[in-house]
C-alpha cells in the first residue's frame, strides 16, 4: 500500500531533520522538508489525475457545466497548495509569513467563487415569487 511507503519515508525524513536541526544545520533541514514534500507531492499526481478524471467524467454525465467544475477543482488545487506553502512557511519558523500565505489562499478562493455564488442566487431570485 502506498500509504505505508508515504507514512514511512515521513517518518524517516523527519528522524533525520530532528538529527539534523540538533547539529544547528537549519538550513539543511528546512532544504530536506522541502524536497520530502516535493517527493510526496509526486507520489500523489496519478492518483489526484484520477480523482479529477473520475470527478469531470461524472459532471459530464449529469450535464453540469464544465466552468463550475473547472472552479471547484482550482478553489480546491488553491487551499492545497496554500496549506502546503503555510506549512513550510511554519517549518522554516515563518509564522507570520505562514499566516500571509493562508490569507492570500483565502483571498483568491473567494475571487473564484464568487461566480459560483452568483449563480446560486440568481438561482434563488428565480424561484421566489
Do not use: W
Not at 74 to 93: H, N, T, W
Not at 113 to 129: C, D, R, T
Amino acid at each position: 500500500m502506498e500509504i505505508f511507503q508515504i507514512v514511512g519515508l515521513g517518518l524517516t525524513a523527519t528522524l533525520i531533520i530532528v538529527v539534523i536541526r540538533q547539529a544547528h544545520a537549519r538550513e539543511t533541514a528546512l532544504l530536506i522538508s522541502l524536497v520530502v514534500g516535493a517527493v510526496i507531492f509526486l507520489l500523489l499526481v496519478d492518483r489526484i489525475g484520477a480523482v479529477i478524471r473520475v470527478i469531470t467524467d461524472l459532471s459530464d454525465r449529469a450535464g453540469i457545466n464544465r466552468f463550475y467544475l473547472t472552479t471547484v477543482l482550482k478553489i480546491i488545487g488553491i487551499a492545497y497548495v496554500g496549506e502546503f506553502g503555510a506549512q513550510v512557511c511554519r517549518d522554516a519558523g515563518e509564522n507570520a509569513v505562514a499566516g500571509k500565505v493562508e490569507l492570500a489562499a483565502k483571498v483568491l478562493i473567494m475571487v473564484l467563487a464568487i461566480p459560483i455564488i452568483v449563480a446560486i442566487l440568481e438561482s434563488i431570485v428565480k424561484l421566489l415569487p
